[in-house]
């Protein structure tokens, strides 16, 4: 008999109060512990602090602290905490910025209540969740910035960390998009081994998110291989 799951703790951020009420209403039903929600930037970061959710599903157009400088502060005080953007805009200025503020995934306004839950479902355990079409956008944004040279190392440059076979293995997956569940069921893995790699993996290479991962992988050609 498998154990019961502590229930997924998510905070909701947005500044319209009926729609705010309406995402934390069904999240909820769904099963979330909605431990807070929040209607500007700055009540954002206090809260987030205050009540450690798992998941922050945040809009970006936010008064007094925009989105993105949340999410910044909010994963670097907190590089666990997962943010989902849910945001009316599919700019993808909006959507690359979000990213590199820290965002795991991106989901458009327009997108159903079964879409959201299995959204911040997926956040959650790490995996980065896009509406379709601007996944392809962010990968080809890291593929582009990867082709740029490197700036050259000086004599003193630390040399690059050494990872196992099997974090490398664990990473070039992750480089070509799969879940941890895919992953996990294509080495004949757990899910935890998948996640705990990955964690040893962002440690020993000093990186923050799963998203930075993926360049890292991509610079060196792991997604080609």
């Not at 500007?40 to 205050?50: N, S």
Request: proline letters at 6%; one cysteine or more.
């Amino acid at each position: 008999m498998s154990e019961a799951r502590e229930p997924i703790k998510v905070m909701v951020v947005d500044d319209h109060p009926m729609w705010r009420d309406a995402v934390a209403r069904d999240l909820a039903a769904a099963g979330f512990d909605v431990v807070a929600t929040a209607g500007d930037g700055e009540q954002a970061v206090r809260r987030a602090r205050a009540t450690d959710p798992d998941v922050l599903v945040l809009d970006l157009n936010l008064p007094a602290k925009p989105g993105v400088q949340v999410c910044k502060e909010v994963v670097g005080a907190d590089p666990a905490l997962r943010v989902l953007v849910l945001s009316a805009s599919g700019e993808h200025a909006d959507v690359l910025e979000a990213v590199k503020s820290g965002a795991t995934g991106y989901l458009l306004k327009s997108a159903s209540t079964d879409e959201l839950i299995d959204a911040v479902r997926r956040t959650a355990v790490g995996d980065p969740v896009f509406t379709p079409g601007l996944a392809g956008l962010v990968l080809g944004e890291y593929r582009r910035l990867a082709s740029e040279p490197a700036p050259a190392s000086g004599p003193d440059e630390p040399k690059a960390p050494q990872l196992t076979d099997r974090e490398t293995e664990v990473l070039r997956l992750v480089a070509k998009g799969l879940s941890y569940k895919q992953i996990a069921e294509r080495l004949v893995i757990s899910h935890r081994t998948v996640q705990n790699h990955v964690q040893n993996t962002l440690g020993k290479l000093q990186l923050h998110n799963r998203v930075e991962l993926v360049r890292y992988a991509i610079e060196r050609g792991l997604d080609d291989e």
